[in-house]
Structures are given as structure tokens and as C-alpha cells.
């Protein structure tokens, strides 16, 4: 079965960095995407930042763009999120997914992932 783990979660101050990483085991090869997405106590699970590895698309939701960069390693089947100049809204349990978006504008809906880890909680105080 597919299995995805994060880790790299952790409290940090405003204004600094944290770097995730979302380790995929079992049979995660037909999945052609990858992202990240986090959730805050009441509130939605929100999409953070997507990567294909097909054709090489990127997505960042705009509340991160410029912070974060989402990155991935296939030999590993690791993806990563580095997040840079950290604010307390980004506060939350972030999340890994994994599946195969059908189209470009889809990457950022929950339902086009099928696979998803438990998540690690990232907490930024200020």
C-alpha cells in the first residue's frame, strides 16, 4: 500500500525557515503529482504548493508564492517544501498528497488526491 510520511515540522520564530519533507513508500509510481497542504484548527484543508514530475508544472497558492518552493527528488520519492520568511497565518498541520491531477488548473482541489500522509504540524510564533 502507498504510504506518505512528513517530518521537518517544528515551532519557529516569524521570519524564519523550516524545511518539510514528504517520504512516499509502497507502489507510488502511477502517481504522477505531488503537493502540499495544511490545516488550521476550524478551518479547511487549504492547498500550499503542488509538482508533476510529467511535465515538470509547479503550483503555488498566492498566500505563499515568493516564501515557498516545493521540490522533489523521484529516485527518493521524497518531495520537499521549503519555507522561507515564515509567518504566524502559516501556522498549521501541513500535509502531503499524492495523485494524478487531471488538469493543470485541478492541482490545487483535495479530490484529485487520493493518497495522503498524517502530517506534521509547523507552529509560527511571533
Known amino acids: 500500500q502507498v504510504q506518505l510520511v512528513e517530518s521537518g515540522g517544528g515551532l519557529v520564530q516569524a521570519g524564519g525557515s523550516l524545511r518539510l519533507s514528504c517520504a512516499a513508500s509502497g507502489r507510488t509510481f502511477s502517481s504522477v503529482a505531488m503537493a502540499w497542504f495544511r490545516q488550521a484548527p476550524g478551518k479547511e484543508r487549504e492547498f500550499v504548493a503542488a509538482i508533476s514530475w510529467s511535465g515538470g508544472f509547479i503550483y503555488y497558492a498566492d498566500s505563499v508564492k515568493g516564501r515557498f518552493t516545493i521540490s522533489g527528488d523521484n529516485a527518493k520519492n521524497t518531495v520537499y517544501l521549503q519555507m522561507n520568511s515564515l509567518k504566524p497565518e502559516d501556522t498549521a498541520v501541513y500535509y502531503c498528497?499524492?495523485?494524478?491531477?487531471?488538469?493543470?488548473?485541478?492541482?490545487?482541489?483535495?479530490?484529485?488526491?487520493?493518497?495522503w500522509g498524517q502530517g506534521t504540524q509547523v507552529t509560527v510564533s511571533s
Open positions: 498528497a499524492a495523485g494524478n491531477p487531471r488538469r493543470i488548473s485541478w492541482y490545487e482541489l483535495r479530490s484529485e488526491y487520493n493518497y
